[in-house]
């Protein structure tokens, strides 16, 4: 079991006989969830050699232009995720018309469990603003940033959310979910300590939604990875159209990243 309450489907013994399964060259057999995982591969990878994944994760940074970044994520990251809930919601409930029941139903439960996290980015926003006035210029006004027009990342990541729930293949959400949430898993942590290095331990007051997402998201990850074997082992088919989606989900949020980086983001421009 993980910690939400679903049985891992890697544990089931019978996990290695299912209809899902293919033969491998050697023989063995490839569940099309292991399918699924190499395929992105290269997207993953692409997304990790992005500059901006570089530069945030691996490159030397400036501690004014982390604490920038920062300001940028919080609000820019509001269009990115109060939407969260409703595309989720939609999603499952396209995925119910088209006689998915199971993963209409999982996806209803995970919209539940993302509701108001947009709140976290505003809170954010308002500390990180505050602490830059103090002791940076130029002076910026919490209001004003966030009425900006949306950014390239934010209108790529709304763009495929439309396109993937009001197309046939609602149920891309779900790979969607999968690679977005696995971010905070594999790359939240370190971003944390970065931030904890460069800015001090009291920065941990304005990423609040980075810190409670590195925990949260383990557990939405296990959750997406579970319903993922679930739908490839009854719809092998949907496979490409899986794979598309958390594919371009990925590439949006280098671009969302990008961002952060850019105009809004730099010191100079803010
Ligand atoms: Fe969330
Ligand atoms: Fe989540």
Not at 41 to 60: E, I, N
Not at 91 to 120: F, P, S, V, W, Y
Not at 142 to 148: H, S
Request: with cysteine; proline share 5%.
């Amino acid at each position: 079991m993980n910690n939400t309450g679903i049985p891992e489907m890697a544990n089931r013994p019978d996990a290695l006989e299912t209809s899902s399964q293919r033969i491998g060259i050697d023989g063995e057999g490839i569940s099309l969830l292991e399918e699924y995982e190499s395929r992105l591969a290269m997207a993953r990878r692409r997304f990790d050699l992005h500059p901006a994944v570089r530069l945030l994760f691996y490159d030397s940074l400036d501690p004014v232009a982390l604490e920038a970044f920062l300001i940028a994520f919080a609000i820019i990251g509001v269009r990115m995720t109060e939407p969260v809930e409703g595309w989720i919601t939609r999603a499952g409930a396209r995925c119910g018309e088209i006689g998915l029941e199971g993963l209409a139903k999982a996806l209803t439960a995970h919209a539940r469990q993302e509701a108001d996290h947009h709140l976290l980015m505003m809170a954010d926003a308002r500390i990180l603003v505050e602490r830059w006035n103090h002791a940076r210029e130029p002076e910026l006004n919490v209001g004003v940033l966030l009425n900006r027009p949306a950014t390239p990342g934010v209108d790529a990541y709304v763009s495929l959310h439309e396109r993937l729930i009001g197309g046939p293949t609602p149920y891309a959400q779900l790979a969607i979910e999968y690679e977005i949430e696995m971010l905070s898993v594999n790359y939240g942590p370190r971003l944390i300590e970065r931030c904890v290095g460069l800015l001090g331990q009291d920065i941990l007051e304005g990423i609040s939604f980075l810190t409670d997402h590195v925990a949260l998201d383990a557990g939405h990850t296990n959750f997406n990875r579970v319903q993922l074997g679930r739908l490839l082992e009854e719809q092998p088919d949907f496979l490409p159209a899986l794979v598309a989606g958390g594919s371009e989900a990925l590439e949006a949020y280098a671009t969302f990243l990008d961002d952060c980086l850019g105009p809004l983001g730099s010191s100079a421009s803010l």
